[in-house]
Structure formats: C-alpha cells, structure tokens
C-alpha cells in the first residue's frame, strides 16, 4: 500500500480535527523544512520515528547487463538514509 501527500494531509486534519487545506498546508511545511535542512547537509531526529541524514555515496563502475565488458562511471554522489526509531522498528517487527 503506498500513501500520498493527499491522503496524509487528510488523515491530520481528521486527527487534529482541521480543515483539509490547513493540515496540507502543514504537511507541505514539514516537508519544505526537511528538504532546506537535508540539502544545507544537516540531518533530521524524530525521537520515536527515526533519524534522516545525508551521505556521501563513492564513485564507482557500473556495468550494463547486456554487454558486461562495456562499463560506466557512477560518479559520487549524495544520498538521504533512513534510520528507524525504537518504537518505529518495534511496531514493523510487530507485522
């Protein structure tokens, strides 16, 4: 099952009993927030959720599946990770 930003923004208006508009508004914040904080290199801790943080990945060779000798240079690269909170990794193990 996947979630949009749609169908989050009207769970948290249900939740906090606001409009629509208000809590898309919200979660479109939150998330402009994040991307301005990952981008600038910090990382993010959501105590009980977990931890979003950039890194660095290293260059590297590639290699196309249908002619292995012919080879591509992956340059480095920075990534978003994604470490889950106590309480996040304890309810997956639940399921």
């Not at 939150?30 to 890194?55: N, P, Q, S």
């Amino acid at each position: 099952m996947s979630l949009t930003k749609r169908e989050i923004a009207q769970k948290v208006a249900l939740m906090i009993g606001s409009t629509k508009s208000d809590a898309a508004d919200a979660v479109q914040a939150m998330l402009d927030v994040m991307a301005k904080e990952l981008a600038a290199g910090g990382h993010i801790e959501l105590r009980g959720f977990g931890v979003f943080e950039v890194k660095t990945r290293k260059a590297s060779v590639g290699r196309n599946p249908r002619k292995p000798q012919d080879t591509v240079k992956i340059p480095a690269r920075k990534v978003v990770k994604f470490r889950a909170g106590k309480e996040l990794a304890a309810e997956l193990e639940k399921e």
